[in-house]
């Protein structure tokens, strides 16, 4: 596990796979890569959405005793037929929120790069 960043790559900040579930839709997944702007994970086999479609997410932080959830809203930036997955960019996450995200990211990078 590392975080990413590739000059080539359409992303704004460095990635992990540092594990983080994402529920939408009554689907629960494991993000694929994840960053403080957004996430890609596997498509629901359901899903109906669509490039643009703004969507209601809850991601799953794992801490040791304890179940950290997160609701936000992202928009849906590009899905890829190929690899079945799908990619959000946040649009919305409380400030509580997103210093709990922050701080989980900030704790996996630092353990990624030491």
């Given at each position: 596990?590392?975080?990413?960043?590739n000059?080539?790559?359409?992303?704004r900040?460095?990635?992990?796979?540092?594990?983080?579930?994402?529920?939408?839709?009554?689907?629960?997944?494991?993000a694929k890569?994840?960053?403080?702007?957004g996430?890609?994970?596997?498509?629901?086999?359901y899903?109906?959405?669509?490039?643009?479609?703004?969507?209601?997410?809850?991601?799953?932080?794992?801490?040791?005793?304890l179940?950290?959830s997160?609701?936000?809203?992202?928009?849906?930036?590009?899905?890829?037929?190929?690899?079945?997955?799908?990619?959000?960019?946040?649009?919305?996450?409380?400030?509580?929120?997103?210093?709990?995200?922050?701080?989980?990211?900030?704790?996996?990078?630092?353990?990624?790069?030491?």
């Amino acid at each position: 596990m590392s975080a990413q960043s590739n000059p080539k790559d359409r992303r704004r900040s460095p990635r992990t796979r540092a594990p983080l579930f994402v529920m939408q839709d009554n689907y629960r997944a494991l993000a694929k890569d994840w960053s403080l702007v957004g996430l890609k994970t596997s498509r629901p086999p359901y899903a109906m959405t669509q490039v643009g479609d703004v969507v209601c997410l809850t991601l799953y932080l794992p801490r040791p005793n304890l179940q950290v959830s997160i609701k936000c809203t992202a928009r849906v930036v590009r899905i890829d037929q190929a690899t079945n997955s799908i990619a959000y960019q946040y649009v919305s996450v409380g400030p509580m929120e997103y210093e709990l995200l922050e701080g989980y990211f900030n704790e996996v990078v630092r353990t990624e790069v030491s």
